[in-house]
T-cell receptor
Framework: GAVVSQHPSRVICKSGTSVKIECRSL??????MFWYRQFPKKSLMLMAT?????????EQGVEKDKFLINHASLTLSTLTVTSAHPEDSSFYIC???????????FGPGTRLTVT | QKEVEQDPGPLSVPEGAIVSLNCTYS??????FMWYRQYSRKGPELLMY????GNKEDGRFTAQVDKSSKYISLFIRDSQPSDSATYLC????????????FGKGTKLSVIP
């Protein structure tokens, strides 16, 4: 149980375009979903927290207009990187939790490369 | 001082060795403690989670929490090459948000 999927697993896009990444909880209802960014050989950097049906809470320094998060259902959250630039190239990982549980279950990650 | 400190390694051990991975923390409000394993270019996988102080064992893995010392450990017995990965500790306070605070991870290599 507790499986989280992400799609796509990797994407290459041109500078200035937008990219959408999907995060799905496959066998549980995700009360909260988290979006992280991970640089090579670095730990996870929390970008935002989203609860189903409400606006995401962004961490300091994360541009909400650039990284659009939608958590429309209890099993799906999306992250859209708008007007992507090469510095947005990174590994993006989502996680999900449900109910009163505190442990987070992570997706496999999406490798974004902006050329 | 960072909230969670974890030696990044790399740590190399021979197959069959006992591995000890550790994290220290400064926030005495942390109550929930987790260990994640992350293979290269993959998302982290939850290995163990514990509440407050004490030990928890699952197969070859044992998690220990010493709240008085603000120190947590993950022991891996009879280590295998397939255990080669980066191990991240994570923790959360007892109340409030569900955000986790992560260590930077320790890269482990188990040499056959």
């Amino acid at each position: 149980g507790a499986v989280v999927s992400q799609h796509p697993s990797r994407v290459i896009c041109k500078s200035g375009t937008s990219v959408k990444i999907e995060c799905r909880s496959l066998d549980f209802q995700a009360t909260t979903m988290f979006w992280y960014r991970q640089f090579p050989k670095k730990s996870l950097m929390l970008m935002a927290t989203s609860n189903e049906g409400s606006k995401a809470t962004y961490e300091q320094g994360v541009e909400k207009d650039k990284f659009l998060i939608n958590h429309a259902s209890l099993t799906l959250s999306t992250l859209t990187v708008t007007s992507a630039h090469p510095e947005d190239s990174s590994f993006y990982i989502c996680s999900a939790r449900s109910g009163s549980a505190y442990e987070q279950y992570f997706g496999p990650g999406t490798r974004l490369t902006v050329t | 001082q960072k909230e969670v400190e974890q030696d990044p390694g790399p740590l190399s051990v021979p197959e069959g060795a006992i591995v000890s991975l550790n994290c220290t923390y400064s926030n005495s409000a942390f109550q929930y403690f987790m260990w994640y394993r992350q293979y290269s270019r993959k998302g982290p996988e939850l290995l163990m989670y514990t509440y407050s102080s004490g030990n928890k064992e699952d197969g070859r893995f044992t998690a220990q929490v010493d709240k008085s010392s603000k120190y947590i450990s993950l022991f891996i017995r009879d280590s295998q090459p397939s255990d080669s990965a980066t191990y991240l500790c994570a923790m959360k306070s007892g109340a409030g948000s569900y955000q986790l605070t992560f260590g930077k991870g320790t890269k482990l290599s188990v040499i056959p």
